[in-house]
């Protein structure tokens, strides 16, 4: 490869290959976070997020990876600046070199030599470091971009888990209360048996209810340890730490609705302004073959100490020091059709830009769309469910009421008090998928920004 393509061209694709590189780290493994064991003492969704940007292993690296690049960029641009170099050489000869002059074999120069230059390069024009130079911000600004995208997969993906936590925890929270509610039920079934007013299938009824319950609350409470380390996980937090979330659920409920009257514009979204900044650093690569048949200028100076002695060790005693100045231009004449081909690729990379852009269009919009029609979906399921536990609350009350008068069985308590407990654990699990389609949907519209 010659001197010209491993120019800014290159440069662009390194620090390009780096961002890559992030973004496919992102979706394997992080690596393990050695920062400072902080904790949580009140664990709301807001807490919750803003301790997932700061912890966050992903979003760590990310930072890192923009520190990365702004080195690299500066090492690049380095050479815009006067390069000083110091070179030092210390020769012996075992045979002094010989020419002829007039005929006569001469020796010339002597056993010991030693040179200490000092140089100096002054860059003038150069292509590569001309395009360098004006992508920098771009190249910048594409690292950020890809942190701000890493936060929003971050943060979408945090809500979701916190909104599927409380809706475990709720389902404990109804499988308690039905249990208390159930032994109080077995022990008036259990003394209504003994007294001979009813039969064994009441008590016996009631105990299996209570048995499915309890083995459902158990169930329930090892999902709960098992999403709270998943959340754990996403936001980075501690391993050995208890993470106690905190909700409020009639804010929560408040904060489900969202204003589905508005439209989807893919310019909003991180991914357009990613494509965007990819866009014009492909400009710039083609900018940059376009500008390939301009010449390299530079300065080239230095200044010689040239030590000269027959004697090993008074060689530093004679100096015949010397100094030059150059200007230096190297112009491509031919490079075999190679600066057109690679215009040709550097103009259909911007045509695969156009259709990355587009199809980003397309399938943003497709994206809004079944993210809409999943939150209004939910949005009906929500009300329903949520109307549902109203009326299953009163027929079991009735019913509760209507059994212990002697009107009604004990069959059609059980039957009350199952659907009241599917009912609100309905309830719940709607309410769940009500907040998460609302993330998806605020997502979709480019809404969630951090």
Do not use: C
Not at 72 to 97: D, E, G, K, T, W
């Amino acid at each position: 490869m010659t001197k010209r393509n491993t120019g800014v061209f290159y440069n662009i694709r390194v620090l390009l290959v780096i961002i890559s590189i992030g973004f496919f780290n992102r979706e394997s493994k992080a690596q393990q976070y050695t920062g400072s064991d902080s904790t949580l003492q009140l664990a709301t969704l807001e807490n919750v997020i803003q301790y997932a940007l700061k912890h966050q292993p992903l979003i760590q690296q990310a930072l890192i990876d923009e520190k990365i690049v702004n080195a690299q960029i500066r090492s690049q641009l380095a050479r815009l600046l006067p390069q000083i170099s110091l070179n030092y050489l210390l020769q012996h000869n075992f045979q002094v070199p010989t020419s002829f002059v007039n005929g006569a074999a001469i020796p010339l120069g002597v056993g010991n030599t030693s040179t200490f230059q000092l140089g100096l390069t002054q860059n003038i024009f150069s292509s590569e470091l001309f395009i360098a130079n004006r992508t920098r911000g771009d190249v910048l600004l594409q690292t950020t971009q890809a942190t701000t995208s890493q936060r929003i997969d971050v943060v979408s993906n945090a809500s979701k888990a916190f909104y599927d936590i409380i809706s475990t925890a709720q389902q404990i929270r109804v499988a308690q209360e039905d249990i208390v509610r159930l032994e109080r039920s077995l022990k008036d079934a259990l003394a209504q048996y003994t007294a001979g007013i009813v039969d064994k299938i009441d008590y016996k009824r009631t105990t299996i209810t209570l048995n499915n319950t309890r083995a459902s609350l158990r169930s329930n409470e090892q999902l709960l340890r098992a999403k709270t380390e998943y959340l754990k996980n996403l936001i980075g937090y501690p391993v050995n730490e208890s993470l106690q979330i905190v909700y409020d659920s009639t804010q929560m409920e408040r904060d489900a609705f969202i204003d589905t009257t508005e439209t989807s514009d893919y310019t909003k979204r991180i991914e357009y302004d990613l494509l965007q900044t990819q866009r014009r650093l492909l400009e710039a690569n083609l900018k940059f073959y376009k500008l390939s048949y301009l010449p390299t200028v530079s300065l080239n100076g230095g200044y010689n100490f040239n030590y000269q002695n027959k004697n090993f060790g008074k060689i530093y005693g004679n100096n015949f020091p010397s100094s030059f100045g150059q200007l230096v231009i190297s112009l491509p004449i031919f490079t075999g059709g190679r600066r057109k081909a690679d215009i040709d690729a550097a103009q259909w990379q911007l045509k695969r830009n156009d259709w990355d852009i587009y199809s980003l269009r397309n399938s943003i919009n497709s994206e809004f769309a079944q993210a809409k029609a999943a939150y209004l979906s939910n949005y009906i399921n929500y009300q329903t469910l949520k109307e549902n536990v109203a009326l299953a609350q009163e027929v079991y009350d009735v019913v509760q009421l209507q059994y212990r008068n002697g009107i009604k069985a004990y069959l059609e308590v059980v039957t009350a008090e199952a659907e009241l407990r599917t009912s609100r654990i309905n309830y719940y699990q709607a309410l769940y998928e009500l907040l998460s389609s609302k993330v998806d949907v605020q997502r979709s519209l480019g809404q969630i920004r951090f």
